[in-house]
């Protein structure tokens, strides 16, 4: 990243380094070097504008990025930030994209994500979905054209400083494998909901993946030489495996509860209902369909997501209001 980054600087580097790479299952106190939040911002701020992204969607970017660290996400942080700096640098992602409301009624939106930064489109179709619910009573806006959003948290989290409750949703590149079988075909899929309470210290956040274990936690342990947990991954044959390399050199995760006997079957299915609600919906890629991580920087990610936005007595109209087709949902 200093490559992109001259002025960086390297003492912060080498902190932010030891930092990321020791995070994971390491006790804080054991961590030798802390960094910043104001320092970290600034950083990736610097190593987006060096190739070419506007400062307001690199601020955007960098926010989103250590939301996750602070949040204990690692995986989704700074882990990530090559991966953002080179697709925009190859012109895989538009820095500088903008997205667009392609259709609208009072409660919904389609949005087109303009192949722009994920951060940059998953606030837009939040702050739209929370303008919805407070008029409408719900906003349910769906988008195509974005690429990786970060965690999903931040976005359901949103709607809490306005009293609504917040739901996120995003397909993702082919990683997981379902159960009783033995090639990637569905994407980690995090599902986020986000509810007030009196104190927002209280309030109740979810957000998940719909894997066991997010593939960036599986790269740190092999970063730091160790095994996974029993019930992330599977190798090339679709066998169960505790090797980093065997899950990320051909084989691929396991849905959200490991095995079928240990009730997998349940993240596959939750998986499969995250990509009705965001590829099916939207018309957009889903499932196999959608690029490969192992392609990214070949070609254009155009990943799907859903925002919703909920106020008070919104409830049964939800499902009535977010249907493409104009049928009755809800009275069929």
């Known amino acids: 990243l200093s490559t992109f980054c001259p002025a960086a600087n390297s003492r912060a580097l080498l902190s932010l380094s030891i930092s990321v790479g020791k995070m994971a299952f390491t006790n804080g106190s054991e961590l030798p070097n802390i960094v910043a939040v104001k320092e970290v911002h600034a950083f990736i701020v610097r190593c987006m504008e060096a190739v070419g992204t506007p400062s307001d969607h690199a601020g955007e970017l960098a926010k989103g990025l250590v939301a996750a660290d602070s949040r204990g996400h690692y995986s989704h942080g700074l882990n990530r930030l090559d991966m953002y700096v080179n697709e925009v640098k190859s012109g895989q992602c538009n820095g500088k994209a903008k997205p667009e409301i392609m259709k609208q009624t009072a409660a919904t939106a389609f949005v087109d ?47 809490l400083d306005h009293g609504l409750l917040g739901m996120s949703f995003t397909n993702s590149s082919p990683l997981v494998v379902p159960t009783r079988a033995k ?99 939207s018309g957009g890629p889903f499932a196999h369909h959608i690029r490969k991580w192992q392609a ?15 106020g008070p007595n919104a409830g049964y109209q939800c499902l009535c209001n977010v249907n493409p087709l104009g049928t009755d949902i809800c009275g069929s």
């Open 113 to 159: 994500g303009k192949n722009g930064i994920g951060f940059v489109v998953g606030n837009y179709c939040m702050e739209l979905a929370i303008v919805k619910a407070k008029e409408a009573g719900i906003g349910w806006v769906t988008c195509t054209g974005s690429n990786h959003y970060g965690i999903a948290g931040q976005y359901a989290m949103q709607a």
């Open 183 to 281: 090639q990637n075909i569905l994407g980690t899929n995090p599902i986020a909901v986000a509810a007030p309470a009196c104190s927002k210290e209280d309030s109740f956040v979810l957000d998940m993946a719909t894997s066991t274990a997010a593939l960036g936690k599986i790269e740190m342990e092999r970063r730091k030489g160790n095994s996974i947990p029993s019930g992330w991954g599977v190798d090339s044959s679709g066998k169960e495996s505790l090797d980093p390399n065997a899950v990320l050199g051909g084989g691929g995760l396991m849905p959200l509860g490991g095995s079928e006997l240990t009730a997998g079957y349940k993240g596959y299915g939750l998986a499969m209902m995250v990509d009705v609600f965001c590829g099916i919906l």
């Open 296 to 310: 990214a920087g070949t070609s254009v990610a155009n990943l799907v997501g859903v925002s919703l936005g909920c």
